[in-house]
């Protein structure tokens, strides 16, 4: 089984490894065209900043690949936002993949912004976030975050309901960070290792 990461300038790629390889995986991190299109498998990690990635993704024609791939593929976190359509977090045009937006959370009871620490997900339907997973306390850090859409798979409350995974045709994301959930997290990678 050969997995890519795509690397490019964001963070979180060390962990995501390792989880990986706990699996018994040695991942390929590449921004290597030919490299990612030939894997059985791509992850989409992010730590960042949707406009300043978005325009290193165009730097390296990697928002042009990433849509086309035909493989399961994984977005992280902010690689599940820059796969919407656009983000309130420097007025950015991202992929396009989900047909969503991305907000900023408005807190309302003096909430803190960023959602960051374990929060409780719910499985919206069937689907590879609910299998084998018993413990569904996921690792959140985000100030922005996916409305609920038609391909929410999962969803968490902070402030308000919003998609704490996604799923369309073979595009899969989390906005939780599941190489940083302990055992469920590492449930979620696993499930969709096996898609």
Not at 59 to 78: A, F, H, M, R, Y
Not at 103 to 108: C, E, I, L, T, Y
């Amino acid at each position: 089984m050969e997995v890519a990461i795509i690397k490019y300038n964001a963070g979180n790629t060390q962990s995501v490894i390792y989880a990986l390889e706990r699996l018994g995986i040695s991942p390929l991190l590449t921004n290597d065209f030919e490299a990612i299109q030939k894997a059985d498998k791509v992850i989409f990690p992010g730590v960042g900043e949707a406009s300043t990635t978005m325009k290193h993704l165009k730097e390296l024609k990697l928002d042009l690949l990433i849509p086309t791939l035909k493989q399961p593929v994984l977005g992280i976190c902010l690689g599940m936002q820059l796969m919407c359509e656009y983000s309130e977090e420097g007025d950015t045009t991202c992929m396009g993949i989900f047909q969503a937006p991305v907000k900023r959370f408005s807190p309302v009871n003096g909430e803190k912004v960023p959602h960051m620490g374990w929060n409780n997900i719910t499985t919206a339907r069937d689907s590879w976030t609910s299998s084998g997973i018993t413990d569904q306390h996921m690792y959140f850090v985000h100030s922005f975050y996916v409305p609920v859409t038609a391909d929410t798979v999962a969803t968490c409350n902070y402030i308000e309901d919003f998609s704490a995974a996604l799923a369309k045709d073979n595009f899969y994301a989390t906005q939780f960070h599941p190489e940083k959930s302990a055992r469920q997290g590492q449930q979620i990678i696993k499930n969709f290792i096996e898609l």
